[in-house]
């Protein structure tokens, strides 16, 4: 019987492409066999890189930032100012000029015609716009998603009910139908806005989520998954849903400034927050008949109302971006 033949343990250094660094070979009597290596790095997914994009995004970082400080502002208010902002001293009236140097004190931005401090109402106006924005923007994206994706996967009569379900909500002018609702309610509250808001504007969201589950649907995954025997919900949730939710995130991102504006104006037009909750509409409103001799009571909750608007958009945009792998 032939004697086994040896074996030389011999390593040497070869570059095999994809690998991080040269990896051991065994050489056999002039054969070479490649000993399993480091497993390649795993493959980073559409979200991974889109948070690798946006850090490195200056107008997403400076957004992030002033949205971060306008959300601490509409938590705790308390924070940044200590004066009360339905407190009126008439002493204080409105021609008294912004003290610009005494930082953050009741005074620095001036005082209203009731004698309110006009930096304390526009911190606590924060709250408001903030509260009555993100509520809408969620409300809108978890039914305005439901509705397209449940249009977008199951197609036939139930696409065609839920589509001119959205046409119709989406022919009535959105401000308008907005106004008649609140109209009809003697008080109205964040709540109260949100409900109206929120009402007629989950249609953009819903078409947008339907052609994207139309198009998500017909991937090669979804058919194997569907091969395999999974079931309709566990598709929708582990496979379409994730792959399909990117551009409604974009434009639920957008359309959150979008709702700041809409309670703004439907406050500045007084059909919006009713007293004693204070809005940067409503401050407006007041503040436009003194433009002439106290401009600074209109000018600042207006800075601060298009600050605000602007920072949601530039987030939008920057998302929009980094999650649109035509953009790169």
């Known amino acids: 019987m032939p004697e086994p033949k040896e074996v030389k343990a011999a390593t040497n250094d070869v570059a095999i492409p994809d690998q991080a660094g040269p990896v051991p070979v065994a050489v056999v009597e002039g054969a070479t066999v490649v000993e399993a290596g480091p497993a390649p790095g795993r493959p980073r997914s559409l979200w991974t890189d889109a948070w690798h994009d946006l850090r490195r995004k200056p107008s997403f970082v400076i957004s992030a930032l002033i949205i971060l400080v306008l959300l601490v502002m509409a938590a705790f208010p308390g924070l940044f100012t200590s004066a009360s902002p339905r407190a009126g001293d008439l002493s204080n009236f409105y021609l008294q000029e912004p003290q610009l140097t005494h930082f953050f004190s009741p005074e620095w931005l001036g005082y209203n015609q009731q004698g309110q ?27 305005g998603s ?21 046409d119709i909500f989406m022919g009535i002018p959105f401000l308008l139908g ?61 496979h379409i849903l994730p792959n399909a939710i990117a551009p409604v995130i974009v434009v639920a991102t957008i359309a ?31 503040a436009q008949d003194q ?30 971006d980094a999650l649109d792998p035509k953009l790169r």
């Open 117 to 143: 401090s006009v930096y304390a109402r526009m911190i606590y106006g924060t709250r408001a716009s903030i509260i009555i924005g993100i509520s809408v923007t969620a409300i809108v994206f978890v039914f």
């Open 256 to 286: 959150l400034g979008g709702y700041i504006t809409s309670e703004a104006v439907l406050s500045y037009l007084g059909i919006g927050l009713s007293e004693p909750a204070i809005s940067w509409g409503g401050d407006i409103n007041r």
């Open 146 to 166: 439901l509705v397209g994706m449940l249009a977008g996967y199951f197609g036939g009569v139930l696409d065609t009910l839920l589509s001119r379900l959205t």
């Open 291 to 320: 433009i002439r001799v106290a401009e600074h009571i209109l000018l600042y909750p207006s800075i601060l109302l298009s600050i605000t608007i602007l920072s949601f958009l530039m987030l939008g945009d920057a998302v929009r």
């Open 178 to 238: 907005t106004m008649v609702i609140l109209v009809s309610f003697d008080t109205r509250t964040e709540w109260t806005v949100t409900f109206a808001l929120a009402f007629l504007g989950w249609t953009t969201i819903a078409r947008v989520m339907r052609g994207s589950v139309i198009s998500v649907k017909q991937s090669d995954y979804v058919a194997a998954a569907r091969s395999l025997g999974a079931g309709t919900w566990r598709i929708l949730l582990r």
